[in-house]
């Protein structure tokens, strides 16, 4: 059994696990081209001083910005799994919302009136991404 140093320590060396959601985020902002952080807010319908409260860490997205956010920067499930849980977040495979989020994802359905009819086509109405 590792001591709570050494614990700490092995899971830092994994990158992608040891950021911060605003630090992964950035990462997946590089990587799909988001030179400018306005140009996704925008995409994802977020507010300039939504974006600016969750970007300086003065308050947490909620899983429905989330998923605006990863809907707009295009990512693929794992990087929406990682997004979510460093938000708080999972899509659970036990919940239908969930599975047909990530069906979307995997199946490059990004554009959120899309997402949104897969939503109410399935009873969802009340659940969608807005």
Not at 3 to 16: G, S, V, W
Not at 19 to 33: C, I, N, P, R
């Amino acid at each position: 059994m590792d001591n709570l140093k050494d614990y700490i320590a092995r899971h830092k060396q994994n990158k992608e696990k040891a950021l911060t959601f605003v630090e992964y985020l950035y990462s997946l902002m590089d990587k799909y081209g988001f030179d400018n952080a306005s140009d996704l807010y925008i995409k994802a319908n977020v507010s300039r001083q939504l974006w600016s409260s969750i970007i300086s860490k003065k308050s947490n997205p909620s899983l429905n910005v989330c998923l605006k956010i990863a809907f707009a920067i295009k990512v693929t499930n794992h990087e929406c799994k990682y997004l979510l849980k460093k938000a708080g977040y999972t899509l659970s495979s036990s919940n239908e919302y969930a599975l047909i989020i990530r069906y979307a994802i995997e199946n490059k359905i990004y554009d959120i009136y899309d997402v949104n009819k897969l939503l109410e086509e399935n009873g969802y109405g009340d659940s969608l991404i807005v």
